[in-house]
Structure formats: structure tokens, C-alpha cells
């Protein structure tokens, strides 16, 4: 059984994802304080964590980012906040996916199933080749560890899959929208401007000048293509 921690102050809100989770055969866990949702989280093992921005204590996104320092699980933001940036924060700091308030219950299991589904095939899948090699780009798909020149950089879960999932269609354009079914899982469900925050966030990392991309190019109108 599948265990899913919920941090999120809002008793009502709480115990509505819980109950709606619950029904599906997932071992649910709510933490009420951002304090107390953090120490769960990392003395504890949850193959999920639902996370709300807003909380009392440390907030969500710290959380995120502790979190995603120790364990590389999923983890699904939940907010009531719209603002772009908000959304790019979060991601930036490695959350899997960004979820506005209010949404229906329904669409909050499909998103945890489908991310759950996702992870699962990711750990359990032993690449035949373990490396990628282009350029002074090394993609070790083992240790899921990237390097430019040797140099580690460190990327979050959905920025390594983008940037592996490129790297092994070389010089094929791949839509935002097919990216987003492809690389998140989910299909016509989610913001897919999350596929323009993480390119954005790779280049940035690993492009000399991400104005002017040799890794991964924009292909006006059509989507992004990897340079092979």
C-alpha cells in the first residue's frame, strides 16, 4: 500500500484529500504545521507528499526544498496562489507538480496515481546504455546525475526526465503538450506552462549562453528539438 503524506492547515481540505485518497487504497498521514509536516516527512517513509504553499511555521516551499534535498520522491504542491511565479519557484525547488485551489478531488487522484505510476516505472527501469555523452554533456541515467565537463550540476526529478527524455530522441521535435504527457504522464490534465519552466531551468544550467542554446533549441510554433 502505497503510503502519502498530506501537510496542508486546512482541516477540512485535509481530510477531504484524505478521505478521496483513502477510497483508492492509499495509506494517507496529515500534518497540520509545516513544522511537524517536515519532520514526518524525513523520518518517515511516504512514496508522496501533497504539500500546501501557505502554512503555519516553516512554509512549503522550504519544505520543497528540504525534502527534495534527502529523498527523491514526488512531491505535489497545493495551492491557492496563481501568480506565474509562484509556479516557477516551486518547480524550481523540485516539486513535480503544481495544483491550484480549488480543484476537484477526482482530478487530485489522477494527478497522485499518475505521478506514483511514473515514479515507479523511472526506479525500476535499468537503462541498457548508462550514460549519454554529447558535447561535454554526460547524462548518467543510473545515478541520474548530471555533469557538464565533468562538474556535476544538480538538477530536480522532472529536470533530469526533460532533459534525458530530449537527449534520447536527438533532432525530434516534441510538442510542450507532448512533453507533458510524455515526461509527467498526464494527458490534457495540468498546467503544461510547467514544460516551459523546466526548459528554461535546464538551460540555464547547463547552456554557456541559454539565449543561444546547443543543447536544446526552441523550434518556433512547433516545440523543442535536442541537438544531437
Given at each position: 500500500m502505497k503510503r502519502i503524506l498530506i501537510i496542508e492547515d486546512?482541516?477540512?481540505?485535509?481530510?477531504?484529500?484524505?478521505?478521496y485518497l483513502e477510497i483508492e487504497g492509499f495509506s494517507v498521514e496529515i500534518s497540520f504545521t509545516g513544522d511537524a509536516g517536515l519532520k514526518q516527512a524525513l523520518a518517515e517513509d511516504f512514496d508522496l507528499v501533497l504539500l500546501d504553499l501557505m502554512l503555519p511555521g516553516v512554509d512549503g516551499f522550504q519544505i520543497c526544498k528540504t525534502i527534495r534535498t534527502e529523498?527523491?520522491?514526488?512531491?505535489?504542491?497545493?495551492?491557492?496562489?496563481?501568480?506565474?511565479?509562484?509556479?516557477?519557484?516551486?518547480?524550481?525547488?523540485?516539486?513535480?507538480?503544481?495544483?491550484?485551489?480549488?480543484?476537484?478531488?477526482?482530478?487530485?487522484?489522477?494527478?497522485?496515481?499518475?505521478?506514483?505510476?511514473?515514479?515507479?516505472?523511472?526506479?525500476?527501469?535499468?537503462?541498457?546504455?548508462?550514460?549519454?555523452?554529447i558535447r561535454g554533456l554526460r547524462i548518467d541515467q543510473t545515478s541520474?546525475?548530471?555533469?557538464?565537463?565533468?562538474?556535476?550540476?544538480?538538477?530536480?526529478?522532472?529536470?533530469?526526465?526533460?532533459?534525458?527524455?530530449?537527449?534520447?530522441?536527438?533532432?525530434?521535435v516534441f510538442s510542450k503538450e507532448?512533453?507533458?504527457?510524455?515526461?509527467?504522464?498526464?494527458?490534457?490534465?495540468?498546467?503544461i506552462s510547467t514544460v516551459t519552466v523546466h526548459i528554461r531551468r535546464i538551460r540555464e544550467k547547463i547552456e554557456t549562453d541559454p539565449s543561444n542554446p546547443q543543447y536544446i533549441e526552441t523550434v518556433w510554433g512547433a516545440g523543442y528539438r535536442f541537438k544531437g
Open positions: 486546512d482541516k477540512s481540505i485535509a481530510e477531504l484529500e484524505r478521505d529523498k527523491d520522491i514526488p512531491i505535489l504542491m497545493v495551492s491557492a496562489k496563481k501568480e506565474d511565479i509562484d509556479k516557477i519557484r516551486g518547480l524550481g525547488l523540485g516539486a513535480d507538480d503544481y495544483i491550484v485551489k480549488p480543484f476537484s478531488p477526482s482530478e487530485l487522484v489522477a494527478r497522485v496515481k499518475a505521478h506514483l505510476s511514473r515514479y515507479q516505472r523511472l526506479i525500476g527501469k535499468v537503462p541498457q546504455n548508462d550514460s549519454i555523452l541520474r546525475r548530471v555533469y557538464i565537463n565533468d562538474e556535476e550540476i544538480i538538477f530536480t526529478t522532472k529536470e533530469f526526465d526533460v532533459l534525458t527524455f530530449l537527449a534520447l530522441n536527438p533532432n525530434r507532448q512533453l507533458f504527457e510524455r515526461v509527467w504522464g498526464l494527458d490534457s490534465m495540468g498546467d
